[in-house]
């Protein structure tokens, strides 16, 4: 009876910061080290799976296409600038760097960067592991 009391208030408490903040986060897709700057106008990260040490700037929304089995999985220690969006049933390489205002719907290696509508690979990352 406790432990599902606990629960509720955690699921009522995760609902309401959501709103506050503007932020919407899949239940147990996100690995440590999750870093969100700026929460202004909001972050939806609806993927299967988000590695370690991944940061999402404002306005960057991770969803699906269709269902939700059609959903991205993100590698370890990418970064998503303002307003990159990605989707679908993609799979996304570790230390990707994802240009602001950019659309994602296709794999990615490890160590790109990508930029543009649609994105395309503009680069490596320097700072890869």
Known sequence: MFVHLVKVVVRVR?????????????????????HIPHIVSGV??????V???CIFNTGVVIGNKDCQENRPTIGDNCEF??????????TIG??????????????VESG?????????????NKKTV
Do not use: E, F, T, W
């Not at 939806?44 to 799976?49: Q, V």
């Not at 570790?94 to 794999?107: E, G, H, L, T, W």
């Open 81 to 90: 600038a303002i307003g990159s969006k990605v989707y679908g049933k993609i």
């Open 14 to 34: 995760k609902y309401r910061q959501g709103i506050k903040y503007g932020i919407h986060i899949s239940p147990n897709a996100c690995g440590y080290g999750l």
């Open 94 to 107: 570790d230390n990707v760097i994802v240009a602001p205002n950019s659309v994602v719907y296709k794999d």
């Open 112 to 124: 790109m960067v990508m930029s543009g509508v649609p994105a395309q690979v503009i680069g490596r």
């Open 51 to 53: 590695g370690n040490y």
């Open 44 to 49: 939806i990260i609806n993927a299967s799976r």
